[in-house]
C-alpha cells in the first residue's frame, strides 16, 4: 500500500475533492438533504467553517477552515461520509475488497486535498467551485445552479448575480 502523506496545518483552509465511486450515479444532488444533515451533524461534533461548496451528482468540492487548534480534517470526512451512506439504502455494487473490510461502495475511500497557501489561491478555488457546474455542462449561469455556495456570496455582496467566471481565469486545471 502506498504511504500517501497529507499536508497539515492547525486551523488551516483547505480545499477538497470527493467523489462517489459509482460517477454514473447523481446520489449527491438526488439526496442532497440527506448530504446537509450529514454535514450539519459532523460540524456539530467537530466544527469547521465551509468557505465555498458546490455539490455535483456525482462530486463536490468545498473550502473549509479548521479550528486554530485542529488539523484532523481526514476524520471529519470519515464522519460525512459515513453519516450520509448510513442513510442510503444498500444498493450498490460491493467489490470483494469492500466487502472484507466491511465497506459501503458508495464514496470513493480517497479523496483530493490542497492547502491553500494565501489569498489569491483562496479566490482562484472559489472561482473554481462555483464555475464547476458550467463547466461540466450541467447550467449556463453559475447562478443557475442551485447546490452552490455561489449563492451566499451574491447575498454577501462579495460576488454580483452575473458573475460568470471562466476555466481560462483560473489558469489551472484543478482535477
Known sequence: MTDYRRYRINGGTYFFTVNLADR???????RIDTLRESFRVVKEAHPF?????VIMPEHLHTIWTLPDDDDDFSQR???????????IAKEEPISKS?????ERGIWQRRFWEHTIRDEEDFRRHVD???????KHGYVQKVSDWPH?????YVCLGILPEDWAGSDDEFGVDLE
Do not use: G
Open 49 to 53: 467553517e465551509i468557505d465555498a461548496i
Open 98 to 102: 469492500r466487502l472484507r473490510k466491511q
Open 128 to 134: 473554481y467551485i462555483h464555475f464547476n457546474p458550467v
Open 148 to 152: 452552490s455556495s455561489f449563492h451566499r
Open 24 to 30: 454514473n450515479r447523481a446520489l449527491l444532488t438526488e
Open 77 to 87: 470526512w470519515r464522519q460525512v461520509k459515513s453519516a450520509f451512506s448510513r442513510e
